[in-house]
């Protein structure tokens, strides 16, 4: 139950912050999945920090918020979506930079979540 619920909540945000997005960007690059695997990432370092290092509550909270709630918000599917259609409609360089930054940020965004949390707590 607790991955359910965190799951509909990260599906819902993950629906509001990509359409927000994609208001301000309009259709050219997939800013709004961009955005949230990258928030997400982030979020993921910082609550793995959290749970196993600083208050090892890994099993109570896991399931929760790393599993249901980060796991919904992220979107490795439309992440791989977005890439084939740029492809598809001929935008190989869009293409080729969507998939390597997105690769690249959202590991560097989790590195930073980890250590900015190891510093901070």
């Not at 370092?45 to 208050?55: D, H, Q, S």
């Not at 492809?87 to 959202?106: D, E, H, I, K, R």
Request: proline share 2%; aromatic share 14%; charged share 5%.
């Amino acid at each position: 139950m607790a991955i359910a619920f965190g799951g509909a909540l990260g599906a819902v945000s993950r629906y509001w912050l990509s359409t927000s997005m994609e208001k301000i960007n309009g259709t050219g690059f997939p800013l709004g999945t961009f955005t949230v695997n990258i928030l997400g990432s982030f979020l993921i370092g910082v609550f793995f920090i959290i749970f196993a290092e600083k208050l090892h509550l890994v099993d109570q909270w896991r399931p929760i918020i790393i599993i249901g709630f980060l796991g919904a918000m992220t979107t490795f599917s439309t992440f791989s979506l977005d890439a084939l259609l740029l492809f598809q409609q001929g935008n190989y360089n869009t293409a080729l930079l969507y998939v390597l930054s997105s690769v690249a940020m959202c590991l560097f965004a989790a590195f930073c979540g980890m250590q900015l949390t190891r510093v901070l707590l």
